[in-house]
């Protein structure tokens, strides 16, 4: 019975059907009911969805929580300092549900690395009259193999083995493969690059802002020096008020800055720990493949 025969196929789903790789059981996107992205780059619906939801629900408890001493301290730091704190928040929170979600997704897919591919046995030899066969239990393990890094990379070198005539030319159509791949997970953090560049910008749009209110206060300290009408106690009062609102300008400049540069120092690291694993991912599916399927493949040259 051949591979191609359809009650082969289907039993080798039944077979496989209680330790299948199920994409929506194994992804957060789709187990969540989102549209996923591709390989381990999340969807900006699910990012944009996480963000609503913590943004929103930190305001809507601190809001609550203002009447106290620390929930008017922090309803304070998050809306104060010309509102400057606000999107700095919210591209923060959109960064580390990315961030988040891409891991949670690499996870998933190292979760197929181990997918019995292969037939047991060292004596398995992968051919092109055999990567039919493979191709089919690769369909009965998963339900939607292409949505693996892994599996669709395997896949779709099995499916042009007829085509090729030596070895060599597997790896490199899986080199080929793995170069796209890495493309891929390289633009998927195009956006949050722009992020991570806007959060310390708004930063300094809130130094300007500060210096410019605490030059504007300083200005009106000097006309009150020069006027030198009313009384000693006026003046002082009114040299006071104006001191206080060059003081707040400097406070506004420093305070939102201080808040994006940390917020982008502690995204900066969280990136750097994240982008790692998605490399490792790459490497480690690559490696998996040399050994599995490179390393197993028997051509005859075409003459």
């Not at 999107?87 to 549900?97: E, G, H, L, R």
């Not at 722009?194 to 210096?211: E, K």
Request: net charge neutral; proline share 3%.
């Amino acid at each position: 019975m051949t591979s191609a025969d359809p009650s082969n196929r289907a039993a080798r789903r039944l077979d496989a059907a209680a330790a299948a790789y199920r994409f929506k059981a194994l992804d957060p996107e789709a187990r969540w009911g989102f549209k996923a992205g591709s390989g381990t780059t999340p969807s900006q619906l699910s990012c944009l969805v996480a963000t609503v939801a913590v943004a929103g629900g930190a305001y809507l408890i601190v809001g609550l929580l203002r009447g106290t001493a620390w929930g008017g301290f922090l309803w304070h730091e998050m809306t104060a300092y010309q509102y400057i704190p606000i999107p700095v928040i919210v591209f923060s929170i959109w960064c580390f549900a990315f961030l988040w979600l891409k891991a949670l997704k690499i996870k998933a897919q190292r979760a197929v690395l181990v997918a019995p591919v292969l037939p047991t046995g060292n004596t398995f030899t992968l051919t092109a009259e055999t990567a039919d066969a493979v191709v089919d239990r690769i369909d009965a393990i998963a339900d939607e193999p292409e949505r693996f890094l892994y599996l669709a990379r395997v896949r779709g070198v099995l499916r042009m083995m007829r085509n090729l005539g030596r070895v060599g030319d597997v790896d490199q159509l899986l080199a080929s493969r793995a170069e796209q791949d890495d493309l891929s997970a390289e633009s998927g953090y195009t956006i949050i690059r722009g992020f991570i560049w806007a959060i310390p910008v708004l930063g300094f749009i809130g130094t300007v802002l500060g210096l410019t209110e605490a030059m504007g206060a300083f200005g009106s300290t000097l006309g009150t020096l020069q006027d030198g009408s009313g009384s000693g106690s006026s003046q002082i009062a009114s040299l006071v008020t104006n001191l206080t609102g060059v003081l707040d300008g400097l406070k506004t400049g420093f305070v939102t800055t201080g808040q994006a540069l940390v917020s982008v120092l502690a995204i900066q690291l969280l990136l750097v720990s994240v982008k790692r694993a998605d490399e490792q991912l790459l490497d480690d599916i690559q490696s998996t493949c040399n050994r599995t399927i490179v390393s197993r493949v028997r051509i005859t040259e075409q003459r």
